[in-house]
């Protein structure tokens, strides 16, 4: 008689748990970074630059020390006393704390003052007064390489144009070949325009110095506390043991969340030079203007295609604007860095990539806003191409992917950009997807609309994108190799605690991570406590940026939890007087093979671990698990949306939006499709509203939410979402991949693409995001192109 736990009735695998981490959050008792109140505590605010470009002449800051409650005045002059003028990049690049010399985008930090509460240090801000010297502003990538360009970076020695990086990639020789074997080739050009991440809470950090025991412990809003205790090492020379950083909970991060920002240097230091606890915290405009832009991409590229439509080979370049600071990871350095992730699902056989990175007068851009560097833009890029390729040949969008997919069979897939694509279904998830939408129907549905002078259309986009970085070989931030990790502690009673290299932003891993517990040792998911975000406790982690942690540190998770049920079986073969190859595991228990019923649970196990373990056993139940995965994870998914296109104001609705994702074995299905439709809500937002831009003069427009808009439940359409189909991740202790990101890196181009179908009788090849109404209504009237 088996007495095996039932998984689904203690929360593990692919049971919709619900999210632990809500009972807090609804009851308003989450602990955010503005929730940490010390004592003794100041208040830190930034003074920033109104000018995108100019020559800082004086710093008068004799009326800001005037005012009562000011405790200290800080400008670069000073911080360069303590070499913290300007801190080092992701991208081994320097980006400036507090400006010396000139300020280079507006909303730069030019000085910062803390006193007793927030509004003495905002009024003391207003009253320093800085002289500038207005310089000419660069505020796209054709201006930055202009003969008569200003150099934005003068502080730079041996930098003598506006080039960030020229880099390239692929075969240009064979795609050259593959180029003139073709029967058409269709071309196409675009914008992916700045877009911001735009956390519900913003950045903030309150530094904690104590002089007694010469300990920083520092509560910030980061994704990767354990790569910021190592920077603050570097930067502020501090030795590592004596800084801890606390993640607390966090408001959304979305990639804003990964860099370093003067606001977090300012902070620190200010508490170093007081010896007081120091609060930042950033206002919305703040956050808006000053952080981790994402995308501005020029993208231009062709396919070759023989005349049946085969795609033949690809070119592509890009020009990548990334502000005044390079300050995102260095992109032509990691393999996912640019356009490499292009072209994964499907079989090129040649591809050549360039890309030129560009310094301008704009915040610090190419942050990869929930994606992994810039798979966004290249999966953008490759279903506009794809979608307009189909179109130039006059054949279905649906058909042309058919016949250009790599099959199932055909996994593993060497791409021509030299990834190795594990495993994957295109063809089953776009059937889904089609059959799902009525794709036939629809396609009859907008001929006869077309008669009638209504505009229907219908967008695809189909991508497998790299999810779960390292593995070490090939990944590194500033050196420190690509993995993560996990712990975990079984108590006497086998209650246990599991903490995790990784780091929530929302995501629900204090639910998820217990569930691959429960699963791997029978344990129910309510007796895991999960403990993320600080780096006295929690084992070194690279933490949650790129999707990785269910692919990584998840997959730490299981191989903990692994090695806790092989000390286990020993300690269930001392307490059944069996060897250990007497004994079968079933699900929390083990017992004698051929007699069930003699057997010992989990639990049973974990005390005899305290209490009864067997001689020279070293007592207790805990262990821990790096996990450097051999491959990345490859999810596959597929986005069809249907819209409706008025032809009198170029508005258009989404009629139906369709989600087919493929990311191996489900922990939590409740929070993937949770994650699913936090994507798809993301990519309408950017396809349809979303605008943040700078005029001429490099003032940002669009810095609050009167101007760039958050989609609300009102304007989000509904999403129907499909998980038929299952592709476990090959190397993945339990088969699951990423998908955190999936629907925001591949949803917008459905969005677009069914735009532009329902324009397809126009000539019109591209309207640049976001598709405002008035841009539509122009390509629709005028029959040309709008760029953004
Ligand atoms: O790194 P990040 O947490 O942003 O992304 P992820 O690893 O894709 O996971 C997002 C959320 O979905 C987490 O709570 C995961 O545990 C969950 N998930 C899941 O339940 N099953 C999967 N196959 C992938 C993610």
Same mark, same amino acid.
């Given at each position: 008689?088996?007495?095996?736990?039932?998984?689904?009735?203690?929360?593990?695998?692919?049971?919709?748990?619900?999210?632990?981490?809500?009972?807090?959050?609804?009851?308003?008792?989450?602990?955010?970074?503005?929730?940490?109140?010390?004592?003794?505590?100041?208040?830190?605010?930034?003074?920033?630059?109104?000018?995108?470009?100019? %020559?800082?002449?004086?710093?008068?800051?004799?009326?800001?020390?005037?005012?009562?409650?000011?405790?200290?005045?800080?400008?670069?002059?000073?911080?360069?006393?303590? $070499?913290?003028?300007?801190?080092?990049?992701?991208?081994?690049?320097?980006?400036?704390?507090?400006?010396?010399?000139?300020?280079?985008?507006?909303?730069?930090?030019?000085?910062?003052?803390?006193?007793?509460?927030?509004?003495?240090?905002?009024?003391?801000?207003?009253?320093?007064?800085?002289?500038?010297?207005?310089?000419?502003?660069?505020? $796209?990538?054709?201006?930055?390489?202009?003969?008569?360009?200003?150099?934005?970076?003068?502080?730079?020695?041996?930098?003598?144009?506006?080039?960030?990086?020229?880099?390239?990639?692929?075969?240009?020789?064979?795609?050259?070949?593959?180029?003139?074997?073709?029967?058409?080739?269709?071309?196409?050009?675009?914008?992916?325009?700045?877009?911001?991440?735009?956390?519900?809470?913003?950045?903030?950090?309150?530094?904690?110095?104590?002089?007694?025991?010469?300990?920083?412990?520092?509560?910030?809003?980061?994704?990767?506390?354990?790569?910021?205790?190592?920077?603050?090492?570097?930067?502020?020379?501090?030795?590592?043991?004596?800084?801890?950083?606390?993640?607390?909970?966090?408001?959304?991060?979305?990639?804003?969340?990964?860099?370093?920002?003067?606001?977090?240097?300012?902070?620190?230091?200010?508490?170093?030079?007081?010896?007081?606890?120091?609060?930042?915290?950033?206002?919305?405009?703040?956050?808006?203007?000053?952080?981790?832009?994402?995308?501005?991409?020029?993208?231009?590229?062709?396919?070759?295609?023989?005349?049946?439509?085969?795609?033949?080979?690809?070119?592509?370049?890009?020009?990548?604007?990334? #502000?005044?600071?390079?300050?995102?990871?260095?992109?032509?350095?990691?393999?996912?860095?640019?356009?490499?992730?292009?072209?994964?699902?499907?079989?090129?056989? *040649?591809?050549?990539?360039?890309?030129?990175?560009?310094?301008?007068?704009?915040?610090?851009?190419?942050?990869?806003?929930?994606?992994?560097?810039?798979?966004?833009?290249?999966?953008?890029?490759?279903?506009?191409?794809?979608?307009?390729?189909?179109?130039?040949?006059?054949?279905?969008?649906?058909?042309?992917?058919?016949?250009?997919?790599?099959?199932?069979?055909?996994?593993?897939?060497?791409?021509?950009?030299?990834?190795?694509?594990?495993?994957?279904?295109?063809?089953?998830?776009?059937?889904?997807?089609?059959?799902?939408?009525?794709?036939?129907?629809?396609?009859?549905?907008?001929?006869?609309? %077309?008669? %009638?002078?209504?505009?229907?259309?219908?967008?695809?986009?189909?991508?497998?994108?790299?999810?779960?970085?390292?593995?070490?070989?090939?990944?590194?931030?500033?050196?420190?190799?690509?993995?993560?990790?996990?712990?975990?502690?079984?108590?006497?009673?086998?209650?246990?605690?599991?903490?995790?290299?990784?780091?929530?932003?929302?995501?629900?891993?204090?639910?998820?991570?217990?569930?691959?517990?429960?699963?791997?040792?029978?344990?129910?998911?309510?007796?895991?406590?999960?403990?993320?975000?600080?780096?006295?406790?929690?084992?070194?982690?690279?933490?949650?940026?790129?999707?990785?942690?269910?692919?990584? *540190?998840?997959?730490?998770?299981?191989?903990?939890?692994?090695?806790?049920?092989?000390?286990?079986?020993?300690?269930?073969?001392?307490?059944?007087?069996?060897?250990?190859?007497?004994?079968?595991?079933?699900?929390?228990?083990?017992?004698?093979?051929?007699?069930?019923?003699? #057997?010992?649970?989990?639990?049973?196990?974990?005390?005899?671990?305290?209490?009864?373990?067997?001689?020279?056993?070293?007592?207790?139940?805990?262990?821990?698990?790096?996990?450097?995965?051999?491959?990345?994870?490859?999810?596959?998914?597929?986005?069809?949306?249907?819209?409706?296109?008025?032809?009198?104001?170029?508005?258009?609705?989404?009629?139906?939006?369709?989600?087919?994702?493929?990311?191996?074995?489900?922990? $939590?299905?409740?929070?993937?499709?949770?994650?699913?439709?936090?994507?798809?809500?993301?990519?309408?937002?950017?396809?349809?509203?979303?605008?943040?831009?700078?005029?001429?003069?490099?003032?940002?427009?669009?810095? $609050?939410?009167?101007?760039?808009?958050?989609?609300?439940?009102?304007?989000?359409? #509904?999403?129907?979402?499909?998980?038929?189909?299952?592709?476990?991740?090959?190397?993945?202790?339990?088969?699951?991949?990423?998908?955190?990101?999936?629907?925001?890196?591949?949803?917008?181009?459905?969005?677009?693409?069914?735009?532009?179908?329902?324009?397809?009788?126009?000539?019109?090849?591209?309207?640049?995001?976001?598709?405002?109404?008035?841009?539509?209504?122009?390509?629709?009237?005028?029959?040309?192109?709008?760029?953004?």
């Amino acid at each position: 008689m088996s007495q095996t736990v039932d998984e689904s009735k203690i929360g593990g695998l692919g049971v919709s748990r619900k999210r632990v981490e809500d009972n807090r959050f609804i009851r308003g008792r989450g602990n955010y970074t503005d929730d940490i109140v010390l004592p003794g505590m100041l208040h830190l605010e930034i003074l920033r630059s109104p000018l995108a470009h100019a %020559r800082i002449k004086s710093i008068d800051t004799s009326r800001a020390w005037e005012i009562p409650g000011v405790r200290l005045v800080l400008t670069g002059e000073m911080a360069a006393t303590r $070499n913290l003028a300007w801190m080092p990049t992701l991208s081994y690049d320097t980006q400036a704390v507090l400006a010396t010399d000139k300020v280079r985008f507006q909303g730069q930090e030019v000085a910062c003052v803390v006193a007793d509460d927030p509004y003495i240090a905002k009024d003391a801000c207003e009253a320093i007064d800085v002289e500038y010297e207005p310089l000419p502003v660069v505020v $796209n990538p054709e201006q930055a390489v202009a003969e008569d360009a200003p150099l934005i970076r003068d502080d730079k020695a041996g930098q003598t144009d506006n080039v960030v990086y020229r880099w390239e990639v692929g075969d240009p020789a064979g795609t050259d070949a593959a180029f003139e074997k073709a029967d058409v080739v269709s071309k196409l050009r675009l914008h992916y325009p700045r877009s911001h991440p735009s956390p519900i809470e913003c950045c903030g950090s309150v530094a904690d110095f104590d002089r007694a025991t010469n300990k920083l412990t520092v509560y910030m809003t980061t994704q990767a506390p354990h790569i910021i205790r190592a920077a603050v090492a570097m930067v502020a020379e501090l030795p590592e043991h004596l800084i801890r950083i606390i993640s607390p909970d966090i408001g959304g991060g979305f990639g804003n969340k990964v860099p370093v920002y003067p606001g977090y240097v300012c902070s620190i230091l200010c508490s170093i030079l007081l010896e007081r606890p120091v609060k930042w915290i950033e206002d919305k405009t703040g956050n808006l203007i000053s952080t981790g832009f994402a995308r501005d991409m020029y993208l231009d590229g062709e396919l070759a295609l023989r005349a049946d439509g085969k795609i033949l080979g690809v070119r592509m370049h890009a020009e990548a604007d990334h #502000g005044a600071f390079f300050a995102d990871a260095q992109p032509s350095k990691f393999k996912i860095g640019l356009l490499h992730s292009t072209f994964a699902c499907y079989d090129v056989p *040649a591809a050549h990539l360039t890309a030129r990175g560009t310094y301008t007068n704009k915040a610090p851009g190419g942050v990869a806003y929930r994606c992994s560097f810039r798979v966004t833009e290249a999966m953008f890029f490759q279903e506009r191409m794809v979608h307009q390729a189909a179109k130039d040949l006059g054949l279905d969008p649906a058909e042309f992917r058919r016949r250009n997919f790599v099959r199932a069979e055909d996994f593993p897939h060497r791409t021509p950009f030299g990834f190795l694509v594990d495993s994957g279904q295109p063809q089953a998830c776009l059937d889904v997807g089609l059959r799902a939408v009525g794709y036939e129907d629809f396609l009859r549905q907008k001929e006869e609309a %077309r008669k %009638r002078g209504r505009r229907l259309g219908i967008g695809i986009s189909t991508m497998t994108e790299p999810l779960g970085a390292g593995n070490s070989r090939e990944y590194d931030i500033l050196g420190i190799k690509m993995f993560d990790s996990a712990e975990l502690r079984v108590h006497m009673t086998g209650k246990a605690i599991l903490r995790v290299g990784a780091k929530s932003q929302g995501q629900g891993h204090e639910t998820t991570w217990a569930q691959i517990v429960s699963h791997e040792l029978g344990i129910p998911a309510d007796d895991v406590t999960v403990e993320e975000g600080d780096t006295d406790t929690a084992p070194f982690g690279m933490g949650t940026y790129a999707s990785r942690s269910t692919p990584v *540190a998840g997959a730490a998770i299981s191989l903990v939890s692994r090695k806790i049920r092989a000390k286990a079986r020993k300690l269930a073969a001392h307490l059944l007087e069996v060897s250990e190859e007497d004994l079968e595991w079933e699900l929390g228990r083990f017992s004698v093979r051929g007699v069930p019923e003699h #057997g010992v649970t989990i639990q049973e196990c974990a005390m005899a671990a305290y209490g009864n373990m067997p001689d020279g056993m070293e007592p207790g139940l805990e262990n821990h698990a790096y996990y450097d995965p051999p491959n990345l994870t490859w999810p596959f998914a597929v986005y069809i949306v249907t819209v409706e296109v008025d032809p009198e104001t170029g508005v258009w609705d989404v009629l139906n939006t369709v989600a087919v994702d493929d990311c191996g074995v489900r922990i $939590n299905p409740m929070i993937v499709e949770g994650q699913i439709m936090g994507g798809l809500t993301e990519a309408y937002a950017m396809a349809n509203m979303q605008f943040i831009t700078f005029d001429a003069e490099g003032n940002c427009v669009g810095s $609050n939410y009167m101007d760039y808009l958050l989609p609300t439940a009102w304007e989000t359409p #509904g999403f129907e979402l499909h998980s038929e189909v299952v592709t476990p991740s090959p190397h993945h202790p339990i088969g699951a991949k990423g998908v955190g990101e999936c629907a925001a890196v591949g949803g917008p181009a459905a969005f677009v693409n069914a735009v532009l179908d329902a324009l397809d009788d126009t000539g019109v090849r591209n309207i640049d995001m976001p598709l405002l109404p008035d841009r539509v209504w122009e390509a629709l009237t005028r029959r040309h192109d709008v760029s953004g």
